[in-house]
């Protein structure tokens, strides 16, 4: 059966990174907060949170004087609005340094949108004319972030209100997740190709190269140890999901599960699920009706192998996600 449907069916929720104003703290420069419904009222029941806000944590106190960066876009300093002429950001970096350390049990991080602290792009650089550098950056926080954890799905509360980045960042953290405890540290080869075998769709829907290619690691052909081959499995599969799949992709993937009910069902019922297909490849209806549909068939019919597929419900079902995309 599929990995996720309600809470109560995962061990423990999963760890999951927040800027600390997103859960309703009061530690923006202006001693208010920036609350965000969405994380801390749906996301809250799936994950554990671990809130933190760099710039308190450097002390820079509640309410407090306007941040900003400036200089090199690529290497951006960080000064307070008012008072450019003191650079601040080794104080604010070496705060951070030890939260920064202790990260790896994370599957996710969720940063604050616009700020020069947390936020993930678009990032103003100003000149030292005043205007701002044509070329944007990261906040400074998850620029280091990003550098530490280049695996680690991060995303700004205000893109989770774009349905395919919220459902790629969601798809993200769970196969993350998913992925640390099947196979973790673990260096035996079965669990790496069992892993394979339950992902094998969702790898199609992003990209068929990179599933013949992961296909091609796992065959028994690489001299490489199984550490090593587990390493490149988990930056080759994270790196190919950090893009939403393409609606073609997934009408492919979907047609491929179609074969699977061949020899089952009548193909005037094949047709009709066909038809479903079509009319989501076209933007006529959303992703879970052609999903609903053809699981209703593979559950009856289909082997356990494709019913064990993480497409089917790569994160928890009640979140509706697959009825936004």
């Known amino acids: 059966m599929p990995l996720f449907h309600t809470p109560d069916q995962l061990e423990q929720k999963i760890p999951v990174g927040i800027s600390a104003c997103l859960l309703g703290e009061n530690v923006r420069f202006n001693g208010g907060h920036s609350h965000s419904d969405y994380c801390d009222k749906v996301l809250t029941d799936y994950f554990d949170y671990q809130k933190f806000c760099p710039e308190v944590a450097a002390g820079f106190g509640t309410p407090r004087p306007t941040l900003r960066l400036e200089g090199d876009p690529n290497d951006p300093r960080m000064v307070f609005t008012k008072q450019t002429d003191k650079n601040v950001s080794d104080v604010f970096m070496s705060a951070s340094d ?32 005043g205007h701002p550098h044509m070329q944007r ?4 926080f998850t620029k280091e972030l990003q550098r530490r954890y280049p695996l680690l799905p991060i995303e700004e509360d205000g893109r989770l209100n774009d349905p395919k980045l919220r459902e790629n960042f969601l798809l993200r953290v769970f196969t993350h997740h998913d992925f640390r405890h099947s196979v ?64 073609k992709n997934h009408c492919n993937v ?21 038809n479903v297909v079509e009319q989501y490849r076209r933007g006529e209806v959303n ?39």
């Open 287 to 325: 992703l879970a009706t052609p999903m609903t549909l053809l699981q209703h068939y593979l559950k009856h019919y289909g082997s356990e192998y494709i019913n064990q597929q993480s497409y089917f419900a790569p994160y928890p079902t009640p979140l509706g996600i697959r009825n936004t995309v």
């Open 98 to 129: 030890a939260y920064l350390e202790k990260l790896s049990h994370l599957d996710g991080y969720i940063v604050m949108k616009n700020s020069p602290s947390c936020g993930l792009e678009r990032i103003k650089v100003y000149q030292e004319n």
């Open 254 to 274: 979907l047609m491929h599960l179609i074969g699977y009910l061949k020899h089952a069902v009548d193909v005037s019922v094949r047709k009709d699920i066909i």
């Open 184 to 247: 973790g540290e673990s260096i035996k080869m079965k669990d790496l190709i069992a892993f394979h075998s339950r992902y094998k769709y969702m790898v199609m829907a992003h990209s068929q190269p990179i599933y013949r290619q992961l296909g091609r690691l796992l065959s028994g052909n690489d001299p490489r140890p199984v550490a090593e081959l587990r390493d490149a499995y988990f930056e080759i599969l994270m790196t190919t999901l950090s893009k939403p799949a393409q609606r």
């Open 137 to 140: 950056s990261a906040g400074l």
